[in-house]
């Protein structure tokens, strides 16, 4: 059974829009949450992470928000850009990284 | 430099060939994994090394057999594979004590004819 459940499957935004992806877990031995990005015929890119004491991370047009007591996490890509387009993966790591079921962005220019 | 390399970046195989799978890194890391990736899914993982040793394997069957030579260098040994076994194959790398920050490579494209 998949561990990190990841919505939505995919989502098409408009270029300058925001995209949101969400992800829950269940698992509170969960201690690291990744965000992968992958473009078609390459291998996943770590994109940004961040840990359970840390309510909000941002790096550029990126930011994980992180609620613990829900047990869920979203990213969230701001100005959305036609480059941004690709699979996003969230992930969270105890003895292995467990994946979400991924998330295909289409950004509109 | 975050780089895992892999080669080679396609390969084509009958289901009686044997071939290898390679994986390289230089970042000191000392954790390596392979994963299986189908089509519009997530990695799925197969082996991790950790410290040169075989540390999990996820019920892999025997036709897949990993190798590590050394501290930079991972293998998959293929061997009588089934035409389900086609698959982008990715290896990563990560520290060894954080499991969490993986690296992967730009995977090995199989197709088992």
């Known amino acids: 059974q998949q561990q990190v459940k990841q919505s939505p499957q995919s989502l098409i935004v408009q270029k300058g829009g925001i995209s949101i992806i969400n992800c829950a877990y269940e698992n509170t031995a969960f201690d690291y949450f990744p965000w992968y990005q992958q473009f078609p015929g390459k291998g996943p890119a770590l994109l940004i992470a961040?840990?359970?004491?840390?309510s909000e991370k941002k790096e550029g047009r990126f930011t994980i928000s992180f609620n613990k007591s829900a047990k869920q996490f979203s990213l969230h890509i701001m100005d959305s850009q036609p480059g941004d387009s690709a699979t996003y993966f969230c992930a969270a790591n105890d003895y292995k990284l467990s994946f979400g079921a991924g998330t295909t962005v289409t950004v509109r220019a | 430099d975050t780089e895992v390399t892999q080669t080679p970046k396609h390969l084509v195989m009958g289901m009686t060939n044997k071939k290898s799978l390679k994986c390289e890194q230089h970042?000191?890391?000392?954790?390596m994994y392979w994963y299986k990736q189908k089509a519009k899914k997530p990695p799925e993982l197969m082996f991790v090394y950790s410290y040169e040793k075989l540390s999990i394997n996820e019920s892999v069957p025997s036709r897949f057999s990993p190798e590590c030579p050394n501290s930079s260098l991972l293998n998959l040994h293929l061997h009588a594979l089934q035409p389900e076994d086609s698959a982008l194959y990715l290896c990563a790398s990560s520290q060894g004590g954080d499991r969490g920050i993986q690296y992967f490579g730009a995977g090995t494209r199989l197709s088992v004819l």
């Open positions: 961040i840990r359970p004491d840390v």
């Open positions: 970042m000191g890391h000392r954790a």
